[in-house]
């Protein structure tokens, strides 16, 4: 069953080309097309075009079908071509003329929309939740280990001294930009284009506003055009949102799977989070953090397919847009997954607390020492050459402790600061 169908066959060939894996993706817009159809019966019942009974009718066929979405027995069988098409097919067996009229004031175009909009709004806030657990953990993790002193690195070279502490919360406040990102697009996705139908509007006088206030949305997207052009905005506004929250677990990953390495030995990981080699008994590889790494690259190449896809379309709608659910809605659940398993893995992560007793840390605390030179009346450039010449001649002696007090510095932390600052962005 096509929601066009005029009776004229189509060639086996083009339908399985032009459906792709629709049904299989579309599983995840069930509910959201049910919730759209719910909204859109009333209105049309709320303007006439439907009876009153019509519109409980169809409610509650609606309902229903979002139960059975719930308990995992709504399905898409070959026969239909989309959610769309079997939802109305649903209805027209069980209420008859009234399933029919189901579609009217609207097209797969605006209904579709919906859908992946009411979707993204769930994904976003979800997405967010799991970000600010992320975000305790680490917290957590710094506070507990905010005086453990770490080697910092530039250029992959020793450089100043860092701690745990700061390590931790580093990440924890790069995802306050990444909530930050999550909100403008939940900004974007919250806008109604249920009306605008095949993108130039209906001559029926339909009610958008109260479909708007009905589903949720913070607003409406007015213009009928606007609205048919966000799809593919939406979409990427999203997976932009996404590759920001990716690019800090995959940075977090990558300093893991170093700092785990024989050559570095900052931190080990137990047992049960790593994985072991084939013929090389002693291995403890940190699989779970490769993978997270991996994945979450892979979901920030998600904004370029998505620009790639719509770059150069004109406005009004194009099959093209069919596409952009092949990408997004797994990379959805692969950054869902990543963050699950990482909020699971980080608790036992084991820092080492001596890390700087190995003289090669030494040159760590050649800044601090300059500085007291600085402070104790001698010219930085002055104080710098000395320094150096010290460095060279091997007469350096390390402090080997800080004295850093400014906000953000390695003995001020301002932990309290980031978890207002992550409130507020929350």
Request: charged share 25%; net charge negative; with cysteine.
């Amino acid at each position: 069953m096509k929601l066009w169908e005029k009776g004229i066959p189509t060639d086996k060939k083009i339908e399985h080309f032009t459906v792709g894996n629709d049904r299989e993706l579309d599983l995840v817009l069930a509910k959201y097309d049910a919730l759209g159809s719910i909204a859109h019966a009333k209105m049309l019942g709320q303007i006439g075009l439907l009876t009153d009974s019509e519109t409980v009718s169809l409610v509650l066929a609606l309902e229903e079908i979002i139960k059975d979405v719930a308990n995992g027995k709504f399905e898409i069988e070959d026969s239909f071509e989309d959610v769309h098409s079997k939802i109305e097919y649903l209805l027209t067996v069980k209420l008859g003329d009234a399933g029919k009229k189901i579609h009217t004031a609207r097209s797969r175009n605006d209904q579709v929309m919906v859908d992946v909009n009411l979707y993204l709004k769930d994904v976003v806030k979800e997405l967010k939740e799991q970000v600010k657990s992320l975000f305790d953990l680490l917290m957590e993790s710094a506070e507990k280990h905010q005086n453990v002193l770490l080697p910092g690195y530039t250029h992959l070279q020793i450089a100043m001294p860092s701690s745990f502490g700061m390590w931790f919360s580093a990440y924890a406040e790069t995802l306050i930009d990444d909530v930050t990102m999550l909100n403008a697009a939940l900004k974007i996705v919250d806008q109604n284009p249920l009306g605008s139908a095949a993108g130039y509007g209906s001559s029926f006088p339909i009610n958008r506003t109260f479909t708007t206030k009905e589903l949720g949305f913070e607003t409406l997207k007015f213009n009928s055009v606007a609205a048919q052009m966000s799809r593919g905005k939406s979409e990427k506004t999203v997976a932009f949102a996404m590759s920001s929250v990716a690019a800090s677990l995959s940075k977090f990953a990558m300093d893991v799977c170093l700092y785990m390495s024989q050559n570095f030995d900052f931190i080990t990981l137990p047992s049960h989070l790593t994985t072991g080699s084939s013929i090389m008994p002693h291995k403890k590889n940190p699989d779970v953090f490769e993978l997270i790494r991996g994945k979450c690259n892979k979901i920030q190449a998600l904004p370029y397919e998505i620009t790639l896809i719509t770059n150069n379309l004109p406005s009004g709608y194009h099959r093209d847009l069919q596409l952009l659910k092949e990408g997004l809605f797994p990379a959805i659940q692969n950054l869902k997954a990543c963050l699950d398993i990482a909020i699971f893995a980080i608790k036992d992560i084991k820092v080492k607390e001596h890390i700087l007793d190995d003289k090669k840390y030494n040159y760590l605390f050649t800044v601090d020492a300059l500085n007291e030179m600085v402070v104790a009346g001698m010219p930085f450039r002055d104080a710098y050459k000395a320094v150096a010449e010290q460095l060279e001649n091997g007469t350096f002696q390390s402090p080997k402790e800080t004295k850093h007090t400014h906000e953000g510095s390695i003995n001020n932390l301002c932990l309290a600061e980031i978890k207002e600052k992550m409130t507020e962005a929350f």
